[in-house]
């Protein structure tokens, strides 16, 4: 199985310790969520997982494999694969063309292209196509394939993101603040289809602010504050810590508590 682990991680920036000595494990088959405060330091961990930044001190491995000083496309193609707060669009291609970015395919051109070139690159971009096709469908966008994407709501374009980590068939999914931008009725559905990725060799691990949404599809729960990991366990059990009730006080979390 699966095996993403974070093993006392730190990451500086000047005097501020964005993440102060976080360990953890992440297994495949469950959705891990990690929530905390603005600041808490959640976004930078995603950032050191998937070598956009790296380690101040301490180390992260997926199974037995070191991701330390692998650079982020490496790290992508071991399978680590992330989605941004702010997605990156591609406003004037369709939605499969952007989703197609993620399918990771090599897909060359130019004049050097023999016939069997072309064949090969015609093959490997109808691949493509059907891997993005495949995960449009998984996220429910599949009938807007052909839209241009410029015309996609919020909501569609995180989605749209969604696919495109999904095209690139992660073993580790990261997913930051999914539900941003989206409306009531598409976070539920979206809980929904997040639940319906879990798989004996996918990691899903999930930043979020929305805390319905957090409590309906995590089976575990990492509390982040001032960067470090204050509390972890299943929904109901991070809801009871009493350092979790002070970082969240007067917030939605605790209307949530007792779901
Ligand atoms: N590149 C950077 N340079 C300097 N400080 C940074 C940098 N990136 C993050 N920080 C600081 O690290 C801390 C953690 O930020 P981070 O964005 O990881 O928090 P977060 O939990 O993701 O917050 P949010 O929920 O608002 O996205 C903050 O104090 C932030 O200002």
């Not at 001190?57 to 037995?64: H, P």
């Amino acid at each position: 199985m699966t095996t993403l682990s974070v093993d006392h991680v730190v990451r500086a920036f000047g005097g501020v310790r964005a993440v102060d000595d976080v360990s953890f494990q992440a297994g495949a088959g469950s959705i891990h969520a990690i929530i905390g405060p603005n600041g808490a330091g959640k976004t930078t961990l995603f950032n050191l997982i998937s070598g956009v930044l790296p380690p101040t001190t301490g180390a992260v491995r997926l199974d037995e494999v070191s991701l330390h000083d692998k650079p982020s496309h490496q790290i992508a193609e071991l399978g680590v694969i992330r989605t941004f707060q702010h997605p990156r669009v591609f406003t004037g291609w369709t939605v499969r063309d952007n989703v197609m970015l993620g399918a990771h395919l090599e897909v060359r051109t130019g004049f050097l292209s023999t016939i069997l070139g072309v064949r090969r690159q015609r093959h490997l971009k109808a691949l493509a196509e059907e891997r993005a096709d495949a995960a449009l469908g998984e996220v429910g966008l599949g009938d807007a394939a052909d839209l241009v994407a410029g015309h996609l709501t919020t909501g569609q374009e995180r989605l749209m993101d969604m696919a495109r980590a999904l095209a690139a068939r992660p073993r580790v999914l990261l997913l930051d603040e999914p539900a941003a931008g989206l409306t009531p009725m598409e976070t539920r559905e979206l809980a929904q289809r997040l639940k319906a990725l879990k798989g004996p060799d996918r990691v899903i691990i999930v930043i979020e602010h929305d805390m319905s949404l957090v409590f309906d599809v995590a089976d575990s729960v990492m509390v982040m504050n001032q960067g470090r990991l204050i509390a972890s366990g299943s929904p109901a059990q991070v809801a009871q810590e009493a350092a979790v009730r002070e970082a969240y006080l007067g917030s939605e979390m605790l209307e949530h508590a007792g779901d």
